[in-house]
């Protein structure tokens, strides 16, 4: 029908629901399907003409929402049924699996839910599915009114009510734990095959009855969409195209519309779930013009070029400044523990983005320095040959409540030395050394000044806090024996943290 429709030869589908007001038929769901799958939705196709091709098409319509939208089964689970062999009204509930008996969709067999799970373990197509439900109590099932079983979602339909080519009347049901999902499935299948029902792209509705509400399916109501002219001008490059142009090629794809100066009223049908917005209805305009006439310019913008930002280009020539001073780059995980951030560090706890599920409690906050991460990599690799020279550059997460997420990201740079003695000066050395690659002097009116710290990671007297105009951007020095202890490290080290974010900033005229 589409390709009737983009050839002309077929006006827009308009679908019908018969018996909308008053369904003759009705599915009823029971409360125990509460915790198993939920919702279930279900259309009538009266007086389907099937041959071969339209058959094996209904069955690979099926598979293919099954493997797609459905995901798989997991979202939502089609079952087709030869109507004239079963009878309402029908009943969705979930039963004990061994209280469950039917011969399964090609099987001569009455088996029972435990014997049908068992058998397809080794099926090729259905052993994937079986977890969907095994691990539940109950399964979910489909009787009629005579307690014939209709199907045991999402596994398998029953034989009994199995479609052939003989039948007329087509009863489709989709059970799902999306009720919004399922009812889009729906309005698929019935849209897709009402062209082969009498009447032409007719179906019957179904009183879905909880025990809360009742439903009435499928919800065949088309929606409207509103676009306007310079818009779908604007999308397509085309400005030539008027409204009576849109109108010709919003019919090839299946869609009626009418004009209102230069406002298109479109109407979309209960299948164009994927038709949300105007630039929906544009880029259906723009596929019936066809992509290959809408021509090839160049976009009519001011032309930019791409380059790095100035913390990027500071932090790879640290990087390559490190390197030089033989100091080896490491990658840190950004989620540590609350112990190895502030306990083990001998720091009090501070403001943290905290986990609110962590997966393990080595990984429940995201980090607020960048030094804990490159002592248990040293612990790692502590049988390396001494010295070991370690460096990282990587982002900490701060609280920042003046920001949209109340946090932010600080890029950092540390560097470790381990040795059988502290080797200070050569930490020392190494922010000497960044800061002259630089050009940023020491005791100058713009350069950095150094001062005794206060940091309890640190030795007394052995550390240095490093600040540019009364600011602090940074410490370095030794770690103290409680941190070498609490990490089993069993060798001093040496260590120093910079706040590039700021260096960039102030230095290099970073945003």
């Known amino acids: 029908m589409a390709i009737k429709c983009f050839l002309g030869l077929a ?33 009538i196709l009266r007086g389907m003409k099937f041959d071969e091709k339209n058959y094996n098409s209904f069955i690979s319509l099926q598979d ?17 049924h030869d109507y004239d062999t079963i009878k309402g009204p029908f009943s969705y509930e979930a039963r004990d699996p061994k209280d469950i008996k039917f011969k399964p969709l090609n099987q001569t067999k009455e088996m029972t839910a435990v014997e049908l799970m068992t058998l397809y373990e ?24 005579n307690g014939v079983t209709l199907s045991m979602p999402p596994i398998i339909n029953g034989e009994h009510s199995k479609i052939t ?35 032409a792209f007719s179906a019957e509705a179904v009183n879905v009855v909880y025990s809360s509400r009742t439903e009435v399916y499928p919800k065949l109501q088309p929606w409207n969409v509103e676009v306007d002219l310079p818009y779908v001008h604007r999308v397509t490059g085309r400005s030539e195209i008027t409204t009576g142009d849109c109108v010709e090629l919003l019919k090839k794809m299946n869609l009626k519309s009418e004009v209102a ?50 913390l990027t280009k500071l932090s790879n020539e640290l990087r390559k400044v490190c390197v030089a001073a033989k100091y080896n780059e ?10 190895n951030n502030f306990k083990n ?58 920001t949209e997420t109340g946090t932010k990201n600080n890029k950092r740079l540390a560097a470790l030395y381990c040795g059988l003695s502290s080797k200070f000066e050569y930490v020392h050395g190494l922010l000497d050394y960044i800061m002259t690659k630089l050009g940023i002097k020491a005791k100058s009116e713009d350069g950095y000044k150094l001062k005794i710290g206060s940091d309890p990671a640190f030795v007394n007297n052995a550390q240095i806090e490093i600040l540019h105009k009364d600011k602090s951007i940074g410490v370095m020095g030794i770690i103290h024996p409680t941190v070498l202890a609490a990490f089993e490290v069993p060798y001093p080290i040496s260590m120093l943290e910079l706040d590039l974010d700021y260096l960039a900033k102030v230095f290099f005229h970073s945003e």
């Open 11 to 43: 006006p827009p589908s308009q679908f019908t629901l018969i018996n909308g007001d008053s369904p003759k038929e009705k599915m009823v769901v029971k409360d125990s399907m509460s915790k198993v799958r939920p919702y279930v939705v279900c259309g």
């Open 64 to 80: 293919k929402l099954h493997s797609t939208v459905c995901r798989n089964r997991k979202f939502v689970a089609i079952g087709t």
């Open 122 to 145: 080794t099926d090729l197509k259905l052993k994937e599915f079986l977890g969907l439900i095994r691990d539940f109590p109950i399964y979910p099932v489909i009787y009629d009114a």
């Open 165 to 199: 080519l003989k039948t007329t009347n087509v009863l489709v049901e989709c059970t799902a734990i999306d009720e919004a999902k399922a009812s889009s499935v729906l309005n698929e299948v019935i849209c897709a095959f009402s062209q082969y029902a009498t009447p």
């Open 261 to 310: 100066g230069e406002l298109l009223k479109v109407t979309v049908p209960a299948h164009r779930a994927d038709i949300l917005h105007k630039c929906d209805v544009a880029e259906d305009i723009a596929v019936a013009y066809g992509f290959n006439n809408l021509g090839m310019e160049l976009p009519k913008v001011i032309g930019t070029s791409g380059k790095l930002l100035p």
């Open 330 to 339: 490491c990658l840190t995980l950004c989620l540590t523990s609350k112990a």
């Open 345 to 402: 560090m001998n720091r009090e706890v501070g403001p943290c983005v905290t986990l609110a599920n962590p997966i393990s409690k080595e990984c429940d906050i995201a980090r607020t320095s960048l030094l804990p991460g490159l002592i248990k990599c040293l612990k790692s690799n502590i049988d390396v040959k001494l010295p070991i020279r370690l460096f990282e550059i990587g982002d900490v997460v701060l609280i920042d409540p003046a």
